[in-house]
């Protein structure tokens, strides 16, 4: 009995120098219980999604999913950025490009691709001619992640709604995947950007939809590596050649 109080001693003993000054119940609760603990996280994870998948769904248009995504509170994400980052150029475009989440700037001006990688972008798309406001432009995840730092596995999960919806109601004829993230995002694939850009894969919207999807590299990552430029040249004259053939360029141009 003395050693179980000593025992005792020293956990209020920690307790007090570790500042715990409070309970959070006058119920002792078992934290490492298995069956609470999953059903406990469980329910985190497939609340927040269901929510974002409800939110999205009763969009009929663009304006009402950007209006929804607005007033949605389930990621974290919102919170730590200034701005919703919903989209830019023209919807109903042949092409839409995709990115993966916000930088400083993009949230700033709540606006996809602007700063530097912006610049890249639109010179990009003025070398298959092109311009800013003849594509539409968004992004996987609409708030910057602090520091700029990859998005979680929940994160990513609570956004997809938004984004699967968006490519519904927007109704491309192609997309373009701007960086890693947002061609695993879009394409399922597994390894890396540079294994996959320059291949043609096939997205399936929930309406039975598929669009041609070309895995590009991001232009950040290009501002960092500008001897990969001539790979992403290369993935956009395969973007140009599709759109061509597709009688999408010259509509687009007159």
Same mark, same amino acid.
């Given at each position: 009995?003395?050693?179980?109080?000593?025992?005792?001693? &020293?956990?209020?003993?920690?307790?007090? %120098?570790?500042?715990?000054?409070?309970?959070?119940? &006058?119920?002792?609760?078992?934290?490492?219980?298995?069956?609470?603990? &999953?059903?406990?996280?469980?329910?985190?994870?497939?609340?927040?999604?269901?929510?974002?998948?409800?939110?999205?769904?009763?969009?009929?248009?663009?304006?009402?999913?950007?209006?929804?995504?607005?007033?949605?509170?389930?990621?974290?994400?919102?919170?730590?950025? &200034?701005?919703?980052?919903?989209?830019?150029?023209?919807?109903?475009?042949?092409?839409?490009?995709?990115?993966?989440?916000?930088?400083?700037?993009?949230?700033?001006?709540?606006?996809?691709?602007?700063?530097?990688?912006?610049?890249?972008?639109?010179?990009?798309?003025?070398?298959?001619?092109?311009?800013?406001?003849?594509?539409?432009?968004?992004?996987?995840?609409?708030?910057?992640?602090?520091?700029?730092?990859?998005?979680?596995?929940?994160?990513?999960?609570?956004?997809?709604?938004? %984004?699967?919806?968006?490519?519904?109601?927007?109704?491309?004829?192609?997309?373009?995947?701007?960086?890693?993230?947002?061609?695993?995002?879009?394409?399922?694939?597994?390894?890396? %950007?540079?294994?996959?850009?320059?291949?043609?894969?096939?997205?399936?919207?929930?309406?039975?939809?598929?669009?041609?999807?070309?895995?590009?590299?991001?232009?950040?990552?290009?501002?960092?590596?500008?001897?990969?430029?001539?790979?992403?040249?290369?993935?956009?004259?395969?973007?140009?050649?599709?759109?061509?053939?597709?009688?999408?360029?010259?509509?687009?141009?007159?």
């Amino acid at each position: 009995m003395l050693k179980l109080y000593l025992s005792y001693a &020293k956990l209020l003993n920690f307790y007090k %120098i570790a500042g715990v000054n409070i309970a959070l119940s &006058k119920t002792p609760m078992n934290r490492f219980s298995p069956t609470k603990t &999953k059903k406990s996280n469980r329910a985190n994870i497939e609340t927040p999604i269901k929510k974002a998948q409800q939110a999205a769904g009763q969009a009929q248009t663009l304006e009402e999913l950007k209006c929804n995504l607005q007033k949605f509170n389930e990621c974290q994400l919102k919170f730590t950025a &200034k701005n919703t980052c919903f989209s830019d150029g023209t919807p109903g475009s042949a092409l839409m490009l995709i990115g993966e989440a916000p930088g400083r700037y993009e949230d700033i001006q709540a606006l996809p691709f602007v700063g530097l990688s912006g610049h890249l972008l639109n010179r990009m798309l003025s070398a298959i001619g092109l311009q800013r406001e003849q594509v539409y432009i968004a992004n996987t995840i609409p708030w910057r992640p602090p520091g700029n730092r990859i998005p979680t596995l929940m994160e990513i999960e609570v956004c997809r709604p938004f %984004i699967h919806r968006q490519i519904e109601l927007a109704c491309p004829k192609i997309l373009v995947a701007l960086g890693g993230q947002a061609a695993k995002f879009l394409t399922g694939a597994k390894e890396g %950007i540079l294994r996959i850009r320059g291949k043609w894969y096939v997205y399936q919207t929930t309406t039975g939809l598929k669009i041609p999807v070309m895995p590009t590299l991001h232009p950040a990552y290009l501002l960092r590596t500008p001897s990969l430029k001539k790979l992403a040249w290369q993935d956009f004259l395969m973007v140009k050649m599709w759109l061509h053939h597709a009688g999408e360029l010259n509509k687009k141009n007159t």
